[in-house]
T-cell receptor
Framework: NAGVTQTPKFRVLKTGQSMTLLCAQD?????MYWYRQDPGMGLRLIHY???????AKGEVPDGYNVSRLKKQNFLLGLESAAPSQTSVYFC?????????????FGQGTRLTVV | QQQVKQSPQSLIVQKGGISIINCAYE??????FPWYQQFPGKGPALLIA?????SEKKEGRFTISFNKSAKQFSLHIMDSQPGDSATYFC????????????FGRGTSLIVHP
């Protein structure tokens, strides 16, 4: 049971380059999220999706775009990377119902922008 | 505006001691309060969670204490072990069909042998 899988695990980008982070889940979850984790800042929500074809902005959406073309996949794009986007990125997914609200996280992608 | 405030930022405990991490929230609509545990190089994973209809929940050495009137909840780790060394995040969310967890900033716990 793979759960939530993120690709790639590590990446170094030059300022101005673009890239896409892929998140795939095999639990048939409706909700998917992208977080960034920085020292002392905890987990900050970038964008999220409440179902296939839908996306919404989170707490820190600037500089990122997302797409949810298939229910199992949630893509995070950086169009023009900046050093401030150096971070560890986590994808997560969860059920919709309120009684079962555990969020399942991927292993993370460590991105360095130089 | 930070909706969930967590303290301390770091905590060092001796093996066998009690680790206590505190969180305070602002939104009285929150009705689900989980704690996540994250080991280095891994993603966070749900450790234990509580709903506001109870004041305490215990799972093994881990206990959540919840004070609805004070809008505070805390994680107690009894008989702390070196294997408990990790980063702990509290979170809060609203139920009713949606779950957008709001996380605290995390506590780095080190348990010395």
């Amino acid at each position: 049971n793979a759960g939530v899988t993120q690709t790639p695990k590590f990446r170094v980008l030059k300022t101005g380059q673009s890239m896409t982070l892929l998140c795939a889940q095999d639990m048939n979850h409706e909700y998917m999220y992208w977080y960034r984790q920085d020292p002392g800042m905890g987990l900050r929500l970038i964008h999220y999706s409440v179902g296939e074809g839908t996306t919404a902005k989170g707490e820190v959406p600037d500089g990122y775009n997302v797409s949810r073309l298939k229910k199992q996949n949630f893509l995070l794009g950086l169009e023009s990377a900046a050093p401030s986007q150096t971070s560890v990125y986590f994808c997560a997914s969860s059920y919709t119902l309120g009684l079962n609200t555990e969020a399942f996280f991927g292993q993370g992608t460590r991105l360095t922008v130089v | 505006q930070q909706q969930v405030k967590q303290s301390p930022q770091s905590l060092i405990v001796q093996k066998g001691g009690i680790s206590i991490i505190n969180c305070a929230y602002e939104n009285t609509a929150f009705d689900y309060f989980p704690w996540y545990q994250q080991f280095p190089g891994k993603g966070p994973a749900l450790l234990i969670a509580i709903r506001p209809d109870v004041s305490e929940k215990k799972e093994g050495r881990f206990t959540i204490s919840f004070n609805k009137s004070a809008k505070q909840f805390s994680l107690h780790i009894m008989d702390s072990q070196p294997g408990d060394s990790a980063t702990y995040f509290c979170a809060a969310s609203k139920g009713g069909g949606s779950y957008i967890p709001t996380f605290g900033r995390g506590t780095s716990l080190i348990v010395h042998p």
